[in-house]
């Protein structure tokens, strides 16, 4: 396996986690202070739990998209498209890590940042291979 194709699988499998969280919150799980900022502690408001599961649907979405870039699933866009799609998953990286870093809950900023960050580096190494 390729550095680009162990980084796909890696961002993919954060991902999916990541898409767990969201359903739990959006479920009632109490966590609402390690997401949307932080200012709901406990269980989220209905609005944030919709929220919830529409993040949930992109972050799977964003999964199946890196499980295709580690040919785990099979590639539905086009090699131009494709590319474009890697590059802007990097910037959508890119932009977790500024709104977790600024965020006013330290709890979300202490859970977030490392994963953010760590799907920054991930994406950014899929993109270049």
Do not use: D
Request: with cysteine; proline share 5%.
């Amino acid at each position: 396996m390729n550095p680009a194709s162990i980084a796909a699988l890696s961002v993919a499998i954060i991902y999916v986690f990541i898409a767990m969280f969201q359903l739990a919150l959006a479920l009632g799980a109490p966590m609402g202070e390690y997401a949307f900022g932080g200012q709901n502690p406990g269980k989220l408001p209905v609005g944030f739990r919709v929220a919830s599961v529409f993040s949930l649907a992109i972050n799977f979405a964003i999964a199946g998209h890196f499980l295709a870039q580690a040919s785990v699933l099979p590639q539905l866009l086009p090699t131009e498209l494709n590319v474009l799609a890697n590059w802007g998953l990097v910037g959508f990286a890119g932009l977790g890590v500024l709104l977790n870093s600024i965020s006013r809950s330290k709890k979300e900023r202490q859970m977030w940042v490392p994963v953010t960050v760590l799907i920054l580096i991930c994406a950014v190494i899929v993109a270049i291979g």
